[in-house]
């Protein structure tokens, strides 16, 4: 039952797409890199000395508990618990497109607790439900692609183009563009 809703959603999203002038393909490569660029802003708040213990209940011949730690930021269990939240961050995102060239764009509403300095750049696409498809997206993005999301993030190091690697290269939902797009709205105080 469950599996026949979310097939109908899918199908209301793909037809909704391509009324408005921008397939789901496009949709998905943006939320994909937003939703990576996302995970990046959270991981960067955290402590990356904290450490978490990944032994579980493991011993040793002699009987002891095997101990071994990570960096909490690298722990499949603070990943996997960043992923199961992070589509809410969908919720402060938009359909747009260029003025300049009517490419569609995801825009962040609220940079740095200020209106998003793109905004005046862009003519926001009406959405019937409110761009709650996002988080839909989201959802499955990271239900198709956890193992990808994972393995990406528990790297010793990330890749500068991490969204590219995920969504281009990896997951392929940002196949048929170039991977210009960038959503590190954090660090820039002026568009």
Request: charged fraction near 30%; hydrophobic fraction near 40%.
């Amino acid at each position: 039952m469950i599996g026949k809703s979310l097939l109908n959603l899918t199908c209301l999203l793909l037809l909704w797409s391509v009324v408005e002038g921008f397939t789901s393909e496009e949709v998905k490569c943006h939320v994909c890199k937003a939703t990576v660029q996302e995970m990046e802003n959270a991981i960067a708040k955290e402590d990356p000395n904290k450490t978490a213990d990944v032994s579980g209940f493991r011993l040793d011949a002699h009987g002891n508990s095997i101990s071994k730690t990570v960096k909490l930021i690298k722990s499949e269990m603070y990943l996997t618990e960043l992923m199961e939240k992070i589509c809410d961050k969908m919720e402060d995102y938009v359909k747009a497109t260029y003025k300049s060239n009517g490419k569609f764009t995801l825009l962040k509403m609220i940079v740095n607790d200020k209106m998003n300095p793109e905004s005046s750049l862009v003519d926001f696409v009406q959405d019937g439900d409110l761009n709650k498809s996002l988080g839909h997206y989201c959802l499955e993005i990271l239900d198709d692609q956890e193992i990808v999301f994972l393995k990406a993030f528990q790297a010793p190091t990330l890749a500068d183009d991490l969204d590219s690697q995920i969504c281009g290269a990896q997951a392929k939902y940002c196949s048929f563009m170039a991977n210009d797009v960038e959503y590190n709205f954090d660090d820039k105080d002026e568009l």
